[in-house]
């Protein structure tokens, strides 16, 4: 089955600075990566998505990468602020089931 | 528009008890899941359901835990008897068949003391 490896664990900038979150994933049959942010007390909300038949996607301060070659896909966050401070989830569409990543903590620090 | 509703919001119980953790989701929405999230092993799939029906449970980690789904608009899972180390968050999330994303609920902490 699909196995998705996410890196780093903890991630501390400085607002302003722009933060990238890596993925790999293990099954060449999965087409799509969604990213979830998650703050405290609440439930994931779905920030950006790609899909296989795309290499790059961008939204306003976040962009997604895919490299379907090598497997991985990254995030990337940039002029952070405060409010980006969560924990972010990548996960990989397996056969019709989503696999997360362990999420990485991001902190922003003013 | 409401999302995916769960109750309640925390739990804390002793263990032995029976626990159930409900959820409504999306209206429309004919796919539902089933997560555990924890420390060590982050978020992990249990269940999911098609149309009511359930379709993959290999994630649930022992009897002691069941899921139904009686209707479209209506999940509940179960724990009994409940144990500290099932301890975590449970997150229900739906969407529609096939389709992505998925749309998560606020999660129910659960503490089993």
């Known amino acids: 089955g699909e196995n998705v490896e996410q890196h780093p664990s903890t991630l501390s900038v400085q607002e302003g600075d722009s933060a990238v979150i890596k993925c790999t994933y293990s099954?060449?049959?999965?087409?799509?990566f969604p990213w979830y942010k998650q703050e405290l007390g609440k439930g994931s909300q779905l920030i950006i998505d790609?899909?296989?038949?795309?290499g790059e996607k961008k939204d306003q301060r976040i962009a997604v990468t895919l490299n379907k070659t090598a497997k991985h896909f990254s995030l990337h966050i940039t002029e952070t602020q405060p409010e980006d401070s969560a924990v972010y989830f990548c996960?990989?569409?397996?056969?019709?089931?989503?696999?997360f990543g362990t999420g990485t903590r991001l902190l922003v620090s003013p | 528009d409401a999302g995916v509703i769960q109750s309640p919001r925390h739990e804390v119980t002793e263990m032995g008890q029976e626990v159930t953790l409900r959820c409504k989701p999306i209206?429309?929405?004919?796919?539902l899941f089933w997560y555990r999230q924890t420390m060590m092993r982050g978020l992990e799939l249990l269940i999911y359901f098609n149309n009511n029906v359930p379709i993959d449970d290999s994630g649930m980690p022992e009897d002691r835990f069941s899921a139904k789904m009686p209707n479209a608009s209506f999940s509940t899972l179960k724990i009994q008897p409940s144990e500290p180390r099932d301890s975590a968050v449970y997150f229900c999330a739906s969407t529609v068949q096939g389709g992505q994303p998925q749309h998560f609920g606020d999660g129910t902490r659960l503490s089993i003391l």
């Open positions: 996960a990989a569409l397996g056969f019709q089931k989503l696999v």
């Open positions: 099954d060449s049959a999965s087409n799509y």
């Open positions: 790609i899909r296989s038949n795309v």
């Open positions: 209206s429309g929405h004919n796919s």
